[in-house]
């Protein structure tokens, strides 16, 4: 289709008010946080489920890709169209529908805003459990998508264990209600699937998440290590001691340093490692648990233990955290960021071998990992107008990949395949499991319409 | 050669004789729904399933996965069946990895074995499953029909713990989903499609979990009322605290006799977790009981707690209840459906016993075999139950029914708009109706 008349078109769907078609606007839309670019044929910003349901079958109907976005923060190429076609901007649609604090149950529009939403929340002392690091700018529709974890998914699960119900527009604009404010409906776990299929097998309208009333005691330590290795023989003790903190995270002298640098939280640039532990839950036997975590610490040789006085300086030690990816960002023009994850055990072994790889390419990569769940986040630094350079990351990120595979890991631990890792996909998966994967995407959309070129390989390539 | 002889050399020729039962009064035992199978067949391997499978797809027989057989009175009326695939003999526990928290085992294991091991391993763990029958469900029917227990209030569902599984599709392909990690976005979580797909979708062969460290301490607490106001004011109470019981069962009064508690209605409360807070919170859960109302509390000795437990697991089994329904609504409402129940069961003079998952929403009626004279009016009953249950979002299925009742009801509730796609789904993976034809969602 001509894309005047493809404009026209969409212009009389949703209204010109949420049309873009300038090469300004085109430019805007091209990217994520991810390498990758390329430019939408057209971008619309509906305004309700109605809307999207109208652009969604007008695409169909003449075989144009679309691909549903949220703030653009995607870590893998998820939010760009590969192949042209309509971007579904949802950022308009960011109203919170129903609070449904009774049924335990909030109704959201896919635009809401993470962060937004747990404000709003916690004025009436609940709480939406994940808390991907982005979540000030992300948007729920996108933490579905792409099954978004964060750190405190090691005690309660990621994304896609909280939202329970959506509203989805399938690939012939027809609106279908999959799951609901209850609990076991009948027949498949379409929710199941629909969480981190990156916009492949429909576009979401409305979300029902999960809420849990706020834990009555939070307790925030911040241990501080001479050697890398001796942290990641911490986490490895703690879990081995049947303890499951709410959170495990960990960031290397490289990260810290970037941090500090940025924000000034008081973390110690001379660190090698800092592990933040949080607990929460009720608050007895809480100084206990504490005790128990604090004496493995000293058995692996922390040189200094924090614990958070009060909340100011839990949001200290947590904006130190958040704001890991940004301070690294300052480093160098550009980073890669990888998302493997292995077995939290193996996580030591993982972590030399990631120091190597960045050795052999001649690449600073800074360390950021949610050690708990055993998923690293190395950030791979370079400036990508060095085409060697760029070459080298590539292949570091590669290898990377292989190494959490070697380990009895995956690629991805929440930021998912998008583009970016296709390639990879065969590391993991045989011909066959892909196979049955393209059939669920047959069944939701037969004509490949949704996000195209993403998640699944083309070609079915063994193992 | 006659088509009979063929089928049974070919499913001698996969398993061997020994594995294949042929016996007609043997088969009887293995019928669905009066219907049994030309054949019941043991692999010993998951490359024995993926042979049968694809036998089966090339010659069009209908296949019914089974375990231990709790559930085969479950689902709709198999539209044809060929073959019983028993996975009893595929049982092994494939990996532990105590430091991980992980394991992984087969298909045909029972979950009681599964916990006898994993309790006397190292520090002591458990998979955090309370489904029903649990000496006698295996895994792979449990994950199969994502059965759950009391407990899911605190530990959730298979949903939330499973890390990946391995299943045959119905073509025969070995396929693999997820992995041993607790965080996992590569590729489509096929892992959930699987949970709850009642074997239409594939067999399943081999799970890996997440498990939990055994709790350091646990306490039952039980409260009776006199009215179903205040015992459900309580369990609203417990909801939005920052307690977290680990089950909240809400029940009749005919449930709580069979359970050996005279009560017109009680709350049954399961605390586990460090000793400080499972103490407190037997406190605090007393405390408020009483000033909600409660007749009587009472905290059950060590021994009887976890007597009590397995009886409201089984329930089905005390109670002898061959027609059981699981109707599902928003957690708010569940207190004053369970009332409405109770006084349409009375009114139509039908014996039925009610255990409610207050915190979840979910609610189980057991309903007293009264003979084929009943069908018409329990069939009447279930009508009026899920149009209860419809007005609150929710839904009501059959979880065991005798063939009869089937027949005049609706075993998967009412048709929900994203049936479509289920079909689609069903057609696509499995177009030649190998898999449990006609028993799950849609008549898929």
Redesign the interface.
Known sequence: MEKDSMVGELVRLVGRENVLSSDMHFKLYEYDASLIRSKPDCIVLPTSTEQVSKVVKFAHDHKIPVIARGAGTNLSGGSVTVRGGIAIVLTKMNQILDM??????VVVEPGVITLDLKNVLAKHGYLYQPDPASEKVTTIGGNFA??S?GPH??KY??T??HVLGVE?V?YDG?????G??????????????L???EGTLGIVTQAVLRIM????AVKTMLCIYNSIEDGGNTV?AI??????PATLEMMDNLTIKAVEEAYHVGFPTDAAAILIIELD??K??ME??TERILDICRQNNVREIRVAKDQAERDKIWAGRKGAFGAVGRLRPNYLVNDG?????RLPETLAKVVEIGKKYNLPIANVF?AG???LHPLILFDERDKDELKRVHAAAMEIMKTCVEM??????????GVE?IE??SL???A??????K??????DPLNLFNPGK??PETERAA | MSNSNQLVSALNGIVGEPNVIRDPDQLKAYAVDGLAPKAVVNPGSVEEVSRLLAYANSEKLAVVPRGNGTKMAAGGIPRKLDLVLSMLRINRITEHDIPNLSLSVEAGITLSEVQKKLAGTGRGSFLPLDPPYSEQATIGGIIATNSSGPRRYLYSTARDLLLGLKAVSPNGDVVAFGGKTVKNVSGYDMTKLMIGSWGALGVITEITTKLLPLPEASATLLASFGDLAKAGSLTRKILHSVLLPSAMELMDGKAAGQLGEKAKYLVAFSLEGVGEAVDRQVAEIEEAAKSEGALDTRVLKRGDDRTFWIRVRDFALSSAAPIILRTNVVISKLPEILGRYETMARDAGIGCALIGRAGNGILTSYIRDSGAAQTGPVADLIGKFADEAAKHEGNLIVESSPHELKERVSVWGRPRSDYVVMRRLKETVDPGGVLNPGRFVGGV
């Not at chain 1, 066959?432 to 994967?437: E, L, N, Q, R």
């Not at chain 1, 059939?439 to 939701?444: D, L, N, T, W």
């Open positions: 449904d604090i009774e049924n335990l149950r792409e099954n974890g998914c090691l699960g990621v896609s264990n989805l399938l027809q609106v279908v209600q999959v609901g404010r209850a609990l076991d409906n009948p027949g498949y776990d379409l929710m199941g699937v969480g981190g299929s009333p706020k834990a009555e490895t879990i081995g001691e049947g303890i499951i839950g009720l007895d036997g206990r648990l994850t292995v077995p939290r055990t949610h769940d055993g998923n009895g890991g995956t690629i991805s631990g929440e930021h998912g395949i890792k990879g996909m993991i998966f045989s066959s499991d892909i196979a049955a994967m059939k669920v995407k047959a069944a939701f998640l699944l």
